[in-house]
């Protein structure tokens, strides 16, 4: 019974019977009364930001010759560590879990003409490279997962580092199953966010957990707070957080529900104490969040959902009992269905401890999309954005329809002016 309903099925109904969903999506997209796409309006903040360049990146014209990818580029991330950028990348035949999937490492000094640094391949599905530049380390996290394209089976992380003769081979790392979301510095120390409990997503009762690790030398970790334990636990997943002058700012994908709904919650920090995240609830789910500060301020890029307000949660079935599983099936049903854009948001501090995010504009991009990473730029007032997309000529497919076809990853510029 636990198979039926677990993920498996769930990406069996989205696969197996796309083009039907996606007649019906047009029906849907008629008569629903919320099925408006209309942008969001912007709210005023301290900065006016516009996206200058976009160019892609892979495919595109300067890798190397004859390097060969799936037809889906997508999981990635990005850093500088000495005078080379370093570009981790997922390559696979298709969006779903394949035992083709490879992890590319290129490097590039100046992020137009890059180099084949490595290939991993372990014969299942890797996700979610993670790199860290600290400690004058360079390490690589990645996510290993089985290669059913219907099953979502997360065995745990696996870890390498470069040296001076190029990258090691993965070793085991982190706990059982774990997924490794986001590596970062934070108060000066390599910080490490990761989820566990992937495999009940979609169950009656799904227990997920997620933790915050912190590391002085990028090889010991340990968590950051013993005593308060997991940052997070009930249907949560994908979580990021930055600070500016003062409160952590984060959030966290709660695509399986909890006992404040589905969608995402938005959350707030002292300063002092990183991993003691108080959230609220959100109707929206903003999918491989990245959230980084500038100028004071923080900001977040995720995956907007263009469908009416934006909301994950159709609000349809109980909240509580087996038969939640049917909402968050209904959930996911209804966002597969919509499009999609990756977008910038900006955390906006709401009295002593409340916080909520507004819109501030959408990157070029549709279809499937978003996982971003980032960079500061060349000059203090722009950002460095690189994350992926459906092409961005011809049409704007629905999500499903994306997860179906190709994907390019593209490198952005964003500037900030007062």
């Known amino acids: 019974m636990r198979r039926l309903v677990g993920r498996r099925f769930a990406l069996a109904i989205v696969v197996l019977i796309a083009p039907v969903l996606v007649a019906a999506g047009t029906v849907v997209a008629i008569l629903w009364p919320t099925a408006r796409e209309d942008p969001p309006t912007p709210e005023p903040g301290r900065h006016r930001v ?52 490879r992890i590319l490492v290129l490097r590039s000094r100046d992020e137009e003409v890059w180099e084949l640094d490595h290939t991993f391949a372990l014969g299942h599905d890797l996700r979610e490279p993670r790199l860290l530049s600290h400690a004058g380390r360079l390490v690589l996290f990645v996510s290993k997962l089985g290669s059913d ?11 390498s580092e470069r040296g001076a003769s190029g990258w090691s081979p993965l070793e085991r790392f982190g706990p059982e199953r774990a997924i490794g979301w986001r590596a970062r510095i934070a108060n ?25 690790w912190r590391s002085d030398d990028a090889s010991s970790w340990s968590l950051w707070d013993e005593q308060h334990g997991p940052v997070y636990r009930g249907g949560g997943s994908e979580a990021d957080f930055d600070r500016a002058d003062g409160d952590w700012f984060g959030t966290i994908r709660v695509e399986s529900g909890d006992a404040q709904g589905w969608g995402s919650r938005v959350c707030r920090a002292p300063a ?8 609220v609830a959100d109707p929206r789910k ?16 995720g995956r907007r959902n263009l469908r009416g307000d934006g909301r994950f949660d159709r609000g349809a079935g109980p909240e509580a009992g087996p038969l939640r599983t049917a909402r968050t099936l209904w959930n996911h049903l209804a966002y597969s269905l919509a499009r999609k854009r990756c977008s910038l948001w900006r955390f906006v501090a709401d009295g002593k401890d409340g916080v909520r995010v507004a819109w501030v504009l959408d990157l070029p991009s549709r279809g499937d999309t978003c996982f971003p990473a980032m960079l500061p730029g060349e000059t203090p007032d722009t950002w460095i954005v690189y994350d992926y997309s459906s092409p961005l000529e011809g049409p704007d497919p629905r999500w499903i329809q994306g997860q179906l076809g190709p994907t390019i990853i593209h490198r952005h510029t964003l500037r900030f002016e007062r």
Do not use: K
């Open 149 to 159: 394209p219907f099953d979502f089976e997360p065995q745990g992380m696996v870890r």
């Open 188 to 212: 000066g120390a390599g910080a490490l966010l990761t989820y566990q409990g992937g495999g009940s997503i979609y169950s009656a009762v799904p227990d997920l957990r997620v933790d915050l």
């Open 272 to 279: 002092a104490r990183p991993a003691s995240w108080h959230c």
């Open 50 to 101: 516009e996206v200058i360049e976009t160019r892609p990146i892979a495919p595109g014209p300067g890798l190397p010759p004859g390097l060969v990818l799936g037809a889906a580029n997508n999981n990635l991330d990005v850093v500088r560590h000495g005078d080379h950028v370093y570009l981790a990348l997922r390559t696979a035949p298709h969006h779903f879990a394949s035992r083709e999937t």
């Open 286 to 301: 903003y999918d491989s969040p990245y959230v980084f500060a500038h100028d004071g301020e923080v900001y977040l890029v």
